[in-house]
């Protein structure tokens, strides 16, 4: 058998990335950085995660305002994953940092294949607006240390798109799993075993 | 009735190796094709978001027979790359054959840096044991699983067991407890004993004795799971609640070891292998995790074998 | 110390496998060619790619070499070298009217159109040890096929395609219409999907097609014998070679990359009172190479598993499916060879714990 110890430049990103996307479903509500491709921006982050996950076994969908477009075309190019309806898609990207909505059509799985619920990847801003509205969210259960919750590391995600997660997830295990990414790299899972309260 | 010879498609190449792809690039990097790799990377993915659910995935043929660890070796070629350390064990030994061929393997197909320091290790590939030594924060500890399903115990069906999942019926695993009660006074199950993950579902902790358990509740490394042969995937995210299957007047008791220590470093309150010489027909024990045993010996040199450690037989 | 042998590994592992290559090569007699395998033991060959699930001669020629004719073990070889392959694309599906038959045969019906065609089959052989292949001449052996292939010249060359035989039944509406997918309108893959029961039936036929010879055999001979309700009556058994056409992806137009051998068979049984109308069921099997038992094995299955509720393990879908293939079955039955000290000791220590309790029932002590 031939030996092959290099790994080509695309395949050492998206096992990097891979490690780092483990991390923060294993540890919601911190905060890890993916390495993005060159010439995707703002969504590089989220063309490096779904660079590692997509292919042509997967659907996905992209909802949004007027850069939902060019998002969908960087996904579609660097993974030549299909483009599906938002209600059956593996995969559903919000170019922007709320789901309109959305986040309540996507499909959280069957009483007895609760993973084929979808992951959602929330795409927010460099620079947000509003950032004291994290400490009104407290995080717990699995992947968080501290018994009494920890405050979400990542800011700009809206107080609303928190009680839409609470919502589409309360009958765990069926639900969704979201990443919350931002144009720098930084990245913050929340798994549908997080319990989320807001204050 | 008209005989006819029957003939090939086509002429054989001349040269039989003619047909063969080059040798040279067969075998990508990690073995597993990038296709492969998404697919189980996207599955871990979601065992990790549903604790202690099995995920199931198109498992791939590995050149190791199913049942030898195909599954932990699948998540391992998902997982790796060149930064990492690996350490491979087989019943807590880092020597184990079977271990020895695993570790081969990968570093053959990706050139890692291996090691028998729990401590160095980034990834660790794992058959029915964990490590003594407390596991770090950033160490993933990757477990081979033969039979992933906990109620295979009571229900031999595939179909029902998902059904009961699906419901958070346990009452049949409860009740066979309850029987083994009844009948011995005392939970017969050995090692692979059942465990309820995240208070929600009921899990197959692969077949580690009873004395591991407690580490997986709240522990603060990553635990992944796979069966190849079943091709199933689950996992323990870290700080997540695992409790063993007990009753409030039947406590879970690991197993005991009567304050015995290990005959070579001298610790106690580590599992113990229990050996038989030949000769004397005498009992000694040893730490089961030789790594860790290593790592004692050497730094407590002054502490040496004690006869204490063995019994007769 | 008997268990402390399984460690110590490395050098150990090197030395087993040099032994091994002892036991395949070491003796005096002249050394196995590929070719010789894929030729004269071809019916191990074929075995080895259905099981192994790649239609690859030489490369199945060399995995029997290798495994020393353990068919297990050179399929494992051979399906573990597959999943290294890309998947280039799909072919076009075939119709197996359009088969290029050595040998058609219908148990059901006296004569059939186009004839029954018994091609090569020691099905009428007297299975008497032949003492003259101990020292078989080359000249010999040679001048007797030269001497058939000139008496068969002589005979009409067999049509291009033959009638199916259930087709006659299937037009005199007797035959209940069953569909390759089942409930699914899409097509399983079982390579890359763990299957979910009731898998479709496209699954159920991927899985029995790859599955070892011998565990069918043993499954579809239960539900023969008494242990399930299949009377299968053989309608047509085929054996012969199928075009694979691939569309081009360049110009779209459809064309032959080759050709694969393939065993068919299709078995007729009435249904049972409980499964309505007084008509006929088809079990379908298809396998690679020549592998007569394993068709006709997989096409009562097949019929077995359409019931509804199983009255006999050949009859349950998700007991049959699980347990057919050899490279899983092999791979578990031998890792109880693997150390399992620690669990033993796990065991061990619940065993003591129980006998050392008071108040056993006498008849348990010791």
Known sequence: MREAHSMNHDGRRSQKNYRNLLQALSRPGRVVRLDGPDGVLPFAAAVALAECLLDSEVGFCVIGNGSAQTLQTAIAGATGARTERLEAADFVFFSEAGSRGGARLAKRGGPESPEDGATLVYCLESQPAVVRDRFRVRLTGPGIPESSGIVPEISGIPLEEFQELVTINADYPLGVDAFFVRPSGEVMGLPRSTRIQVR | ?313 | MGYVAVRGGAAAIENAEKFSEVRRAGGDATLLQPEQIREQLHLAVDRVMGEGSLYAPDLAALAFKQAAGDTFEAAFILRSYRTTLPRLGYSEPVATEGMRVIRRISAAFKDIPGGQILGPTPDYTLRLLDFELQDESVSQTRQRIQQLLRDTERLQPLPERFPKVVEMLRREGLLVQRHASGEDPGLADITRQAMAFPAPRSAQLQTLARGETGGMLALAYSNMRGYGSVHPVIGELRVGFLPVPFKNPRTGSVECIGEVQVTEAEVIARLTAAEGSARFSLGYGLCFGHNETKAIAMAVLDRAMSGGEPAAPSEDQEFVLTHVDGIESMGFCNHYKLPHYVTFQSELDRLRRIQARPGRPKDEQP
Not at chain 2, 26 to 49: N, T, W
Not at chain 2, 110 to 132: F, K, N, S, W, Y
Not at chain 2, 248 to 266: H, K, N
Request: net charge neutral; with cysteine; glycine share 6%.
């Open chain 2, 1 to 313: 009735m008209t005989p006819r010879m029957p003939s090939r498609a086509s002429a054989p190449p001349a040269d039989w190796r003619d047909s063969l792809p080059p040798a040279e690039g067969r075998y990508s990097y990690a073995f597993l094709d990038e296709g492969a790799k998404r697919e189980i990377r996207r599955r871990m993915l979601k065992a990790v978001a549903i604790p202690g659910c099995q995920v199931p995935f198109g498992s791939r043929e590995m050149p190791i027979a199913r049942g030898w660890g195909t599954g932990g070796l699948q998540l391992t070629l998902a997982l790796i790359g060149p930064e990492d350390v690996l350490k491979v064990i087989d019943q807590g030994a880092d020597d184990s054959v079977n271990a020895v061929n695993i570790k081969k393997f990968v570093t053959r197909v990706t050139g890692v840096a291996v090691t028998t320091d729990t401590a160095a290790a980034t990834l660790i590939q794992t058959r029915h044991r964990i490590p003594e030594e407390p596991l770090r924060p950033n160490q993933l500890l990757i477990f081979q699983v033969p039979i992933p399903e906990p109620l295979r115990l009571v229900e031999p069906s595939e179909r029902e067991t998902r059904r009961m999942h699906a419901e958070a019926d346990y009452s049949r695993m409860w009740l066979y407890l309850y029987e083994d009660i009844v009948k011995f006074n005392e939970i017969t199950v050995g090692a692979r004993y059942p465990v309820l993950v995240n208070r929600r579902h009921l899990m197959d902790p692969s077949p580690i004795p009873r004395w591991d358990l407690p580490k997986l509740d709240r522990g603060e490394a990553l635990f992944l799971f796979c069966a190849g042969r079943e091709k199933r995937i689950y996992a323990v995210p870290p700080y997540t609640e695992v409790q063993p299957l007990a009753f409030e007047d039947f406590a879970f008791r690991v197993e005991a070891f009567a304050g015995r220590r290990c005959a070579r470093c001298g610790s106690v309150g580590t599992y113990l292998d229990e050996v038989i010489d030949d000769a004397t027909g005498r009992r000694t024990y040893s730490c089961s995790d030789t790594a860790f045993c290593e790592k004692a010996l050497r730094g407590n040199s002054v502490k040496e074998a004690r006869p204490s450690g063995e019994d007769r037989a």
